[in-house]
């Protein structure tokens, strides 16, 4: 199955989904949720197994703890400055357009049950998280960041043992391998999962939504593409690295995140792509699985452009000093979420806690959050690609001669 074939069959997908969610009675049409239930349980299924034994293979090829902490720091580092940016053109662009003075919606009516419970968003709690005190209990519940530290001492330890650790690393080398090739497996029923998806979207919420929500999607999507067609460009750009040629090979993880509103979905697909543009897969296997921790830049920007949205749909205005702070708490807490349901809505109604938002102004999204989530997930797919390509620049391991391989050619994952 070549990427070119993949990838229209993706968007016949999208395209069947809006027909047949369209078209049949909505219970019917949210019934064939089911196919993207079964889909996104396939990925998650391959997602723990594959991040620990790819990363654990790149860190005991490094070999060393200063490397490893070298790339630790720069990773992390640019993780925070586009952290920033995201946050700031959040905010820039709620303030600009002013979607909550505009979008006339009806208020919902004091007290009104989200689903979503606010949680307190403090430094201790982040720390606590990052740490598992379980592998077996990450593994299980897909908690990347604690696979990544987890798979971080097990590598340097690895390492350490010199001709025993070959063993283990040949051996993790060879899981690996398996793990690609049952994404090739999986990967044939992504259509599927799009169609099921999108049928859902549509059935549930009609096509009228977008009518009544339009102002607000604009605002928002005009947001990402600034940000993935300008902040994104001008980044690879100082440093160049040929970004349109990065968005073709990328543009199939971009186009299933899109469509299945997971950024998780796409993961393995990300992998072999950046590969094929010329990454080293050991700083792919490092940077990649942190950036969904540490990098979710779609989800940032909306958690900024969410909240001023509906302090402004309440007629509360937030200072410039209000803003600031709501930017450089979400900056530090809102960090190795990804894992818990709804996690973006989550942060926000703690976001909005801190400033007396009333809670119930979530439901302003719970409508059309699901067509906003297609948005920012593929932005951050973009986000976390730019990243792993920044970092292999600065450490001299992007070979740009590798960029020039088809994008169709060869299958998932080689592992180089």
């Not at 699985?289 to 989800?299: A, K, V």
């Given at each position: 199955?070549?990427?070119?074939?993949?990838t229209?069959?993706?968007?016949?997908g999208m395209m069947l989904?809006?027909?047949?969610?369209?078209?049949?009675?909505?219970e019917w049409?949210?019934?064939?949720?089911?196919?993207?239930k079964?889909?996104?349980?396939?990925?998650?299924?391959?997602?723990?197994?594959?991040v620990?034994?790819?990363?654990?293979?790149?860190?005991a090829?490094?070999?060393?703890?200063?490397?490893?902490?070298r790339?630790?720091?720069?990773t992390?580092?640019?993780f925070?400055?586009?952290?920033?940016l995201?946050?700031?053109?959040?905010?820039?662009?709620?303030?600009?357009?002013?979607?909550?003075e505009i979008?006339?919606?009806?208020?919902?009516?004091?007290?009104?049950?989200?689903g979503?419970?606010?949680?307190?968003?403090?430094?201790?709690g982040f720390?606590?998280?990052?740490f598992?005190?379980s592998f077996?209990?990450?593994?299980?519940?897909?908690e990347?960041?604690?696979i990544?530290?987890f798979?971080?001492?097990?590598?340097?330890?690895t390492?350490?043992?010199g001709?025993q650790?070959?063993?283990?690393?040949?051996g993790?080398?060879?899981?690996?391998?398996?793990?690609f090739?049952?994404?090739?497996?999986?990967?044939?029923?992504?259509?599927?999962?799009?169609?099921?998806a999108?049928?859902?979207?549509?059935?549930k919420q009609?096509?009228?939504?977008?009518?009544?929500?339009?102002?607000?999607?604009?605002?928002f999507?005009?947001?990402?593409?600034?940000?993935?067609?300008?902040?994104l460009?001008?980044i690879?750009?100082?440093?160049?690295?040929?970004?349109?040629?990065?968005?073709?090979?990328?543009?199939e993880?971009?186009?299933?995140?899109?469509?299945?509103a997971?950024?998780?979905?796409?993961f393995?697909?990300t992998?072999?792509?950046?590969?094929?543009?010329?990454?080293s897969?050991?700083?792919i296997?490092?940077?990649?699985?942190?950036?969904?921790?540490?990098n979710?830049?779609?989800?940032?920007?909306?958690m900024?452009?969410?909240?001023?949205?509906?302090?402004?749909?309440?007629?509360?205005?937030?200072?410039?000093q209000?803003?600031i702070?709501?930017m450089?708490?979400?900056?530090?807490?809102?960090k190795?979420i990804a894992?818990?349901?709804?996690?973006s809505?989550v942060?926000?109604?703690?976001?909005?806690?801190?400033?007396?938002?009333?809670?119930?102004g979530?439901?302003?999204?719970l409508?059309i959050?699901?067509?906003?989530d297609?948005?920012r997930s593929?932005?951050?797919?973009?986000?976390?690609?730019?990243?792993?390509?920044?970092?292999?620049?600065?450490?001299?391991?992007l070979?740009?001669?590798?960029?020039?391989?088809p994008?169709?050619?060869?299958?998932v994952?080689?592992?180089?």
């Amino acid at each position: 199955m070549s990427k070119i074939n993949i990838t229209w069959r993706i968007f016949i997908g999208m395209m069947l989904g809006v027909i047949l969610g369209y078209f049949l009675p909505q219970e019917w049409g949210e019934s064939l949720q089911l196919l993207s239930k079964i889909f996104l349980r396939l990925i998650k299924m391959i997602i723990g197994p594959l991040v620990f034994s790819t990363l654990v293979v790149g860190i005991a090829k490094l070999g060393d703890f200063k490397i490893v902490g070298r790339i630790g720091l720069k990773t992390l580092g640019y993780f925070y400055f586009a952290t920033i940016l995201s946050l700031i053109i959040g905010l820039v662009a709620v303030n600009i357009f002013r979607p909550g003075e505009i979008v006339q919606s009806a208020l919902p009516a004091a007290g009104t049950d989200t689903g979503i419970v606010a949680q307190k968003l403090t430094l201790e709690g982040f720390l606590l998280h990052v740490f598992p005190q379980s592998f077996v209990e990450a593994m299980a519940t897909n908690e990347i960041l604690q696979i990544v530290i987890f798979s971080i001492f097990f590598g340097i330890a690895t390492a350490s043992l010199g001709e025993q650790g070959k063993i283990v690393v040949r051996g993790l080398d060879a899981v690996a391998h398996v793990m690609f090739k049952v994404v090739n497996y999986v990967m044939a029923f992504a259509p599927f999962g799009v169609l099921g998806a999108i049928a859902a979207v549509v059935a549930k919420q009609g096509l009228s939504i977008f009518v009544e929500y339009a102002y607000l999607i604009f605002c928002f999507f005009t947001a990402l593409l600034f940000f993935v067609f300008v902040v994104l460009w001008l980044i690879c750009l100082a440093l160049r690295i040929p970004y349109i040629r990065l968005l073709q090979h990328i543009k199939e993880p971009l186009l299933l995140s899109f469509s299945t509103a997971s950024s998780e979905a796409s993961f393995p697909q990300t992998i072999a792509a950046l590969e094929k543009f010329g990454c080293s897969n050991r700083v792919i296997s490092f940077v990649l699985p942190l950036g969904y921790s540490f990098n979710l830049d779609g989800s940032m920007m909306y958690m900024t452009f969410a909240t001023a949205y509906i302090a402004q749909r309440y007629g509360i205005a937030l200072s410039l000093q209000d803003q600031i702070t709501m930017m450089l708490t979400l900056m530090i807490t809102s960090k190795g979420i990804a894992g818990v349901p709804r996690a973006s809505l989550v942060v926000i109604a703690g976001t909005m806690a801190m400033f007396n938002l009333p809670l119930e102004g979530l439901a302003l999204l719970l409508g059309i959050d699901q067509v906003l989530d297609m948005g920012r997930s593929a932005t951050s797919v973009a986000g976390n690609a730019v990243a792993t390509c920044v970092v292999s620049k600065w450490e001299g391991e992007l070979d740009l001669s590798a960029s020039r391989i088809p994008v169709e050619a060869k299958e998932v994952g080689t592992l180089r």
